[in-house]
């Protein structure tokens, strides 16, 4: 069965306090996978889409990682503002399947 | 417009009543897609518009869901004699791309539907 993990389900940080995130997968048929970002009472806001194991990309303190059965956020230096939901999915035919995501609280 | 527009933000339904929820998406994507977020859990997907043409519908949970997209823009998802089960979050995302890999979908900010 298609799945998607990630963990922890929440992570708190003090405001400088580089951590990662987790989402393993088992999917057959993967086109992709991506990372979103979700604030209470909004939708996920697309960070990241990685293709291929071995692949990285970075957005500001922010850097996905891809393996072929992983991929990992490392957050650097995290600040308040970063305080949100991280989703993780993967592509599969014509949708996106997704975790349950990460709740991160980053305290100054 | 400039991003995924969905109305209304809130509904409270009472058991058995219908609603329908209503997606404007980004002017000229092709595509457009339907999710159901239940409170702590991610998106799931409902079902997929390409312009008109719905093209996979596998996620609707019953036959009490339907969606539609007459002329290619606009998107309405309708849910008929709700239950308590369907209260969610009900998210619908466009993308510019017509074929079925991901390019980038933009969200809505979603509609809360509970059911009372």
């Known amino acids: 069965e298609d799945q998607v993990t990630q963990s922890p389900e929440a992570l708190r940080l003090q405001e400088g306090e580089s951590s990662s995130l987790n989402c393993s997968y088992t999917v057959s048929g993967l086109r992709g996978l991506f990372w979103y970002r979700q604030d209470p009472g909004k939708g996920p806001e697309f960070l990241f889409t990685l293709y291929s194991a071995g692949e990285e990309k970075e957005k500001e303190r922010l850097k996905a990682t891809l393996t072929k059965k992983e991929s990992f956020l490392h957050i650097t230096a995290p600040k308040p503002e970063d305080s949100a939901t991280y989703l993780c999915a993967v592509l599969k035919t014509d949708k996106l399947i997704f975790g349950t995501g990460t709740r991160l609280q980053v305290f100054p | 417009g400039a991003g995924v527009s969905q109305s209304p933000r809130y509904k409270v339904a009472k058991r058995g009543q219908d609603v329908a929820l209503r997606c404007d998406p980004i002017?000229?994507?092709?595509?457009l897609f339907w999710y159901q977020q239940a409170l702590g859990q991610g998106p799931e997907f409902l079902t997929y518009?390409?312009?008109?043409?719905?093209?996979?519908k596998s996620g609707l949970p019953s036959d009490r869901f339907f969606a539609e997209r007459p002329e290619g823009s606009v998107s309405t998802l309708k849910i008929q004699r709700t239950q308590q089960e369907d209260s969610a979050v009900y998210l619908c995302a466009s993308s510019p791309r017509p074929d079925r890999v991901y390019y980038g979908y933009t969200f809505g900010s979603g509609t809360r539907l509970t059911v009372v």
């Open positions: 002017s000229g994507h092709v595509s």
């Open positions: 518009f390409q312009n008109e043409a719905q093209l996979d």
